[in-house]
């Protein structure tokens, strides 16, 4: 079922300059659970989903919410991407399948193959070319949970698992030069839940945070040289809603994780690339209860 705000709460959208850290307040939402900002190519607009469907916010006048059509596609969750030349959306949905939507509206296209009962694709990433989409499968294994990173060809064909174990992998993205996938991972963890970034090129895998805290959803900057991601507090099982102390942090390859924001919310604030094309800014949603 889709998410629905609390009694009190609100989604509030933001977009952050990181060199400053400046924060604009772009749209208030105290009906509408909104989640997961893509920016468009073109800088123009954002696109979030909310009660299974999808939505853009014209930036120069964020007032409203205008609902893209879905061309008949079952209800949506908060993992979907933007084409590199912004013509296609991609989106998971609760059917556990991907879908392509023109980013205008109309008929859908399924890209996913069935892979059998319980296997639910969620989507996160698309190749700089646009000919490959990153995604999570997460299937049952003896009553396990297991989550690996896959690949698909964006226009269909077959899936190409990167990483097999039983760690708990989430968030595949592709950085810009289309050799590395970014992700989240507990694999290198001593204790339940506490995952970290990684990224990996299909032949070896990389960490990239060493910290006490949880971090999740990492997405390169379209030049390369950072990358945003949410930060739980130590001891924060998966990716929870609704949690004090979420920080939006900066890694570069010179600095040591940067704190951009901190929030309450977590699920919903910024699962899905939401970096402005000239990675000057990043957009995200938080959801105060007062």
Not at 79 to 98: E, I, K, M, N, R
Not at 164 to 182: F, L, Q, R, T, V
Not at 254 to 275: A, C, I, K, Y
Request: net charge negative; charged share 20%; hydrophobic share 35%.
């Amino acid at each position: 079922m889709p998410r629905t705000l609390r009694p009190g709460q609100r989604a509030d959208l933001f977009v952050v300059e990181v060199r400053t850290g400046e924060r604009r307040l772009v749209l208030i939402s105290p009906e509408l659970l909104f989640e997961a900002p893509n920016w468009s190519p073109d800088g123009d607009w954002l696109v979030v989903n909310g009660d299974g469907r999808l939505f853009r916010i014209p930036l120069a006048d964020g007032t409203e919410l205008e609902e893209i059509d879905l061309g008949g596609v079952p209800a949506i969750n908060n993992d979907h991407v933007l084409s590199p030349d912004g013509s296609t959306v991609y989106v998971s949905a609760d059917d556990g399948h991907l879908y392509a939507v023109p980013a205008a509206g109309g008929s859908s296209r399924r890209v996913s193959n069935d892979r059998g009962a319980g296997f639910h694709h969620y989507l996160h990433g698309v190749s700089p070319d646009g000919s490959t989409l990153a995604y999570i499968g997460l299937e049952h294994r003896d009553a396990t949970r297991i989550a690996n990173v896959w690949t698909i060809p964006a226009a269909g064909g077959a899936d190409v698992q990167i990483t097999d174990d039983e760690h708990a992998d989430d968030g595949s993205e592709y950085g810009p030069d289309g050799k590395w996938i970014y992700f989240n991972s507990e694999r290198e963890s001593t204790e339940p839940g506490h995952a970290q970034l990684f990224r990996t090129s299909g032949e070896v895998v990389e960490q990239l945070t060493f910290d006490e805290r949880v971090n999740w959803f990492p997405h390169p900057s379209p030049n390369g040289s950072m990358i945003a991601y949410v930060s739980f507090p130590p001891g924060t099982l998966g990716h929870p809603a609704d949690v004090d102390d979420v920080r939006l942090r900066l890694l570069t390859s010179d600095d040591e994780p940067r704190d951009l924001v901190t929030l309450f919310g977590g699920q919903g604030t910024m699962n899905v690339p939401s970096w402005s094309p000239n990675s000057t800014h990043f957009a995200y949603v938080a959801y105060p209860t007062h």
